[in-house]
């Protein structure tokens, strides 16, 4: 068993609702607080909802970044080829155990994990002395950028 942490985020229709049903689809053992953050990336649209689950997985790493594909289909998303636009939900695999992957298609931890307070926030909730492989502990990754902002 393997366990990973996915983050979560919905800006348009039901936002809690979705970022909720999305945790038990993927059958989340727990669930962070759900904060309220402005956009990253894209900044003309709607505030996000956003939340970090922790996982624990038989499914290789890229098995379950294909459940969780499947779960933001499933949801509603549809990937129209615009990168940090507005969505429905959005599901990233953060980490998975302390593994390191760069592979076409999946790079764990995540490319912008120390860059988002909103996902570094819910993370530090439910694991803040957890290690990001080659980065520190969640807590020192959430001191760092709210230091730097």
Do not use: K
């Amino acid at each position: 068993m393997t366990v990973a942490y996915v983050g979560l985020g919905a800006n348009l229709g039901d936002r809690e609702a979705r970022i909720r049903r999305a945790a038990e689809l993927i059958d989340a053992r727990r669930l962070s607080t759900v904060i309220e953050t402005e956009p990253w990336g894209y900044l003309d649209q709607p505030r996000f909802l956003n939340a970090v689950a922790e996982v624990e997985t038989e499914l290789e790493a890229r098995e379950l970044l294909g459940l969780l594909l499947d779960v933001e289909r499933r949801l509603g998303r549809v990937r129209d080829g615009r990168r940090f636009g507005p969505r429905e939900i959005d599901l990233d695999l953060l980490l998975y155990g302390a593994a390191t992957i760069d592979e076409p298609g999946l790079t764990v931890p995540h490319p912008f994990l120390l860059e988002r307070a909103f996902v570094l926030e819910p993370l530090a909730e439910l694991v803040p002395e957890l290690e990001i492989p080659g980065n520190g502990t969640v807590r020192d990754a959430l001191a760092a950028i709210q230091s730097a902002s």
